[in-house]
């Protein structure tokens, strides 16, 4: 998803309540319905920033519940979702959590935020936008525990060496321990930054998604 440019010490913006915990309809868009919008709407933000935008379209349902199963979120009472765009992946995590866990998505794409905080209205979901490598900043914002996962649509392969690495330090920093750092990629940059922190990952290849992606895995130690 976009990369950003801005000071780290810039104060967070964020698209969601003016309250973190202000209360929202918990309905959802139909699923039949949101596949079609959101294939456009990525689309869209591909045309404008190619080289933010992980792919020409958003994830296939397989991928999306590849990443649910490695991301194990039977326990999770806090998740981070990086780079949500148009909420695809979002709406798998949700359908996955557990009542009382928080999911907070952060994005710094305007367009990807405001549409995910419209069509995706579930009190458990939280939309930030902002920087993916001020994550410790969102959490606290949002007076939010160590996160028990964090998952990552963002392209590595298109960040600049120190943003890629600023958001890995800020992954570690903030992951509790024994939680997972899960990264669905085209290429494997992302091990290049985040193995020699966390470790070497496991990883699965899904075929069935257009371009095929790795999902790759980290445990915290």
């Known amino acids: 998803m976009p990369i950003n440019h801005k000071e780290r010490n810039a104060p967070p913006r964020s698209v969601a309540a003016s309250h973190p915990f202000e209360e929202r309809q918990s309905e959802s868009t139909p699923r039949e319905d949101s596949r079609l919008a959101d294939a456009l709407a990525f689309l869209r933000g591909f045309m404008a920033q190619p080289m933010s935008v992980a792919s020409v379209v958003p994830s296939s349902p397989y991928l999306e519940q590849g990443v649910v199963r490695a991301t194990d979120l039977s326990r999770a009472r806090c998740v981070v979702e990086l780079g949500?765009?148009?909420?695809?992946?979002?709406?798998?995590?949700?359908?996955?959590?557990?009542?009382?866990?928080?999911?907070?998505?952060?994005?710094?794409?305007?367009?990807?935020?405001?549409?995910l905080r419209q069509r995706v209205q579930d009190p458990r979901l939280l939309v930030q936008e902002g920087s993916a490598a001020d994550i410790g900043d969102h959490l606290e914002r949002w007076g939010l525990?160590?996160?028990?996962?964090?998952?990552?649509?963002?392209?590595?392969?298109?960040?600049?060496?120190?943003?890629?690495?600023?958001?890995?330090?800020?992954?570690?920093?903030?992951?509790?321990?024994?939680?997972?750092?899960?990264?669905?990629?085209?290429?494997?940059?992302?091990?290049?930054?985040?193995?020699?922190?966390?470790?070497?990952?496991?990883?699965?290849?899904?075929?069935?998604?257009?371009?095929?992606?790795?999902?790759?895995?980290?445990?915290?130690?």
Do not use: C
């Open 84 to 115: 949500p765009g148009t909420g695809g992946s979002t709406r798998a995590l949700l359908r996955a959590m557990n009542p009382q866990a928080r999911l907070l998505a952060i994005e710094l794409n305007p367009e990807f935020a405001a549409r």
């Open 145 to 221: 525990p160590a996160p028990d996962a964090v998952v990552s649509g963002i392209p590595f392969s298109t960040l600049p060496t120190e943003v890629a690495h600023s958001i890995v330090a800020a992954i570690q920093a903030n992951l509790a321990p024994g939680g997972r750092f899960v990264a669905y990629q085209f290429r494997a940059h992302v091990a290049s930054y985040t193995s020699p922190v966390m470790g070497e990952p496991s990883f699965e290849w899904e075929w069935r998604n257009v371009p095929p992606m790795r999902v790759f895995r980290w445990i915290k130690r």
